[in-house]
């Protein structure tokens, strides 16, 4: 598989090689995470460690999602640019790894821990997780043998210590399940798989100290078949419904598949922004009630929309269900997107769809400008390592032929053809397959593509493009498909129970959330005045710019401020002076300078 570099997404994929995994070499090192293994690899004769621990106690796990990163890029590239590096770090591991297998830099660098003895918050097995899948990406990206051998000794040691007749561990951090079964499915190892099986298992009967946020904040407050609402820490369900689905996948329990169905539904039909963000609450980084989705207030934090994709992959493999790439490229291409700036090297960890004018972004956790890195800096490297992956997420292939799920240029191979798509979507909206070899042909129409067509040479129709379904197309060896999507700009609005936007509606193009940002906006005129018609036309301009290929034009009016913070119903400032103003892709703002934004816009 392997995505057109002048593609969005093949843009983005080599902006991640050139940058963001550079970077983020850069900050693991400059943060001490690294420096962490090597103060307990050079301890002195007492044992004692050198100089003290630095960063979060999961700041190990910074480091790995990075080295996941390096080997997905190397699959893809062929780099060997990271080759010091990661002899240099499989060498820090092995010293430092115990006998037993166990690894953790926080632990074992801080006499007073004992391992495995607070699981709420060390996050030791989450860590171990994270290894396990650097480990996966290192050996199929490049052949490595060492960092797989450091995995499958702590991967051991979990078997033997938290197995059938060991304690019955789980993390407050799920990942790990999803980690031991990517490694069953290299290795082989059974006893991995039935770890995973476990730590699923245990889940939910509240074995977590529950502390101040109550257990559903572990998503330890009911057994998973039974916990059919999202709750909790987002990513942290998140990563669990993953592991679930993973587990699903390779032992067939129907079970398992419905509870997280209807997980999936609470999740997606009412907890979900529209920019495919997750979590409400900046309190605890969770979900908060159904249709409580303010947009001031988005936690939408980018690693929950990145776990959010990865749990829809496997959902798709699950079932084959198109609503599930559809949400893949939802969050991708909006709040995924927004994470990273257009250099690669600055990222939001919060994605809120309203800034309001005056708003004090200096705090990390609410920032007005993406920043370069955080204390807490888990969602840089999961961009990362997505980036480097992410070709593989495009298409699948069976014995009947290719499936393509996100609607991207590039040449995706099967098991019996070859297909080469070109298309500038995600802002044309013609997509060309010319295929190679014979077989079925399955290409995703979005949901939204009312009045989708397809013209065929050298096969046949087997599915028409209904939205939301996939068209099929049995093909012969050099048939070529041509779907032509439409791309009228068209507004949407939220379900009446989502009260925070009421009266208000959210212009989107294709798949792509648009808002409005005060850098747009004459002076005089602010975000909060402007109120839009919605029996107004949108124009489209297709001026090439820095920030988009198409911004769009609304037209409204511009309010008058009130007098006062309270005024009388019945009072009135007149009915506003028109006005028109510009849109553009919300994944594109704050790339100008700090300043208001928002992507639900009050009607006229």
């Known amino acids: 598989m392997r995505l057109d570099p002048e593609s969005l997404l093949g843009g983005w994929q080599e902006l991640n090689a050139a940058a963001t995994i550079p970077h983020c070499v850069d900050n693991v090192e400059r943060t001490g995470t690294i420096a962490n293994f090597r103060r307990l690899a050079e301890a002195g004769q007492d044992g004692e460690p050198r100089g003290a621990f630095q960063g979060p106690w999961f700041a190990d796990s910074d480091l790995y999602k990075v080295l996941e990163a390096i080997g997905w890029e190397a699959g893809r590239s062929g780099t060997e640019r990271w080759a010091g590096l990661l002899s240099e770090v499989a060498g820090l591991l092995e010293r ?11 632990v074992q660098g801080n006499p007073e821990q004992v391992p495995f003895s607070n699981p709420e918050h060390t996050h030791e097995l989450y860590c171990a997780g994270h290894l396990m899948q650097a480990a996966v990406a290192l ?64 889940r939910g009967r509240r074995t977590l100290a529950a502390a101040r946020f109550g257990s559903q904040y572990f998503q330890d407050h009911l057994p998973v078949r039974e916990a059919t609402e999202a709750i909790g820490h987002s990513v942290r369900q998140l990563y669990l419904a993953a592991g679930v689905t993973d587990l699903y996948l390779e032992n067939g329990d129907e079970t398992l598949l419905r509870a997280m169905e209807q997980l999936w539904d609470s999740a997606f039909g009412s907890k979900m922004y529209l920019i495919g963000g997750h979590g409400s609450r900046h309190r605890d980084e969770s979900y908060g009630d ?32 198109a609503r599930y790439a559809e949400e893949m490229e939802r969050a991708l291409l909006n709040a995924i997107a927004a994470s990273t700036d257009r250099t690669g090297t600055n990222f939001f960890y919060s994605n809120p769809l309203q800034l309001r004018t005056g708003h004090d972004g200096s705090h990390e956790d609410s920032p007005s400008e993406r920043l370069p890195w955080y204390g807490c800096a888990c969602c840089p490297p999961n961009l990362a390592r997505l980036l480097a992956s992410l070709h593989g997420y495009a298409a699948t292939s069976d014995a009947s032929g290719l499936q393509l799920h996100l609607l991207t240029a590039g040449t995706f191979a099967g098991e019996s053809l070859t297909a080469t798509v ?27 593509a009312h009045g989708a067509t397809v013209a065929v040479t050298g096969g046949q129709v087997l599915a028409e493009p209904t939205p939301g379904e996939y068209l099929r197309v049995s093909c012969e060896d050099g048939a070529t498909v041509r779907l032509t999507l439409p791309m009228t700009p068209r507004l949407v609005r939220a ?15 294709g798949p792509i959330v648009y808002c409005v940002e005060q850098a747009d906006l004459p002076d005089g005129i602010l975000v909060e005045q402007l109120r839009l018609d919605p029996a107004a036309g949108i124009a489209e301009d297709h001026a090439q710019s820095d920030l988009t290929p198409v911004q769009l034009r609304l ?50």
């Open 96 to 106: 430092v790894q115990r006998p037993n297998g166990y690894l953790n830099s926080y």
């Open 139 to 202: 050996h199929r990206g490049s052949g490595d043998e060492r960092f797989l051998a450091v995995a499958r000794r702590i991967a051991d040691m979990v078997v033997r210590d938290f197995g059938e007749d060991g304690e019955p561990v789980i993390d407050g951090h799920a990942e790990v399940e999803t980690a031991l079964i990517e490694l069953y499915r290299v290795t082989g190892e059974q006893s991995y798989l039935r770890a995973a099986e476990l730590q699923v298992e245990r």
């Open 290 to 321: 159904p249709f409580e989705l303010p947009p001031d207030r988005a936690y939408a934090e980018t690693c929950a929309s990145i776990a959010a994709l990865q749990w829809c992959w496997r959902m798709l493999l699950a079932t084959g269900q």
């Open 422 to 448: 070109e298309t500038g979507y995600p802002w044309d909206g013609g997509v060309l397959v010319t295929v190679a070899g014979a077989g079925d042909l399955a290409v995703r129409v979005p949901a939204w």
């Open 495 to 509: 379900d009446d129970r989502v009260d925070a936007v009421r009266g208000c509606v959210a212009v989107m193009r």
């Open 555 to 604: 037209s409204g009016v511009v309010r008058p401020l009130e007098p006062d913070l309270y005024v009388p119903h019945d009072a009135s400032v007149g009915n506003g002076t028109p006005v028109t103003f510009t849109a553009i892709p919300y994944h594109a703002w704050a790339n100008r300078g700090p300043g208001a934004m928002r992507v639900w816009i009050p009607t006229a």
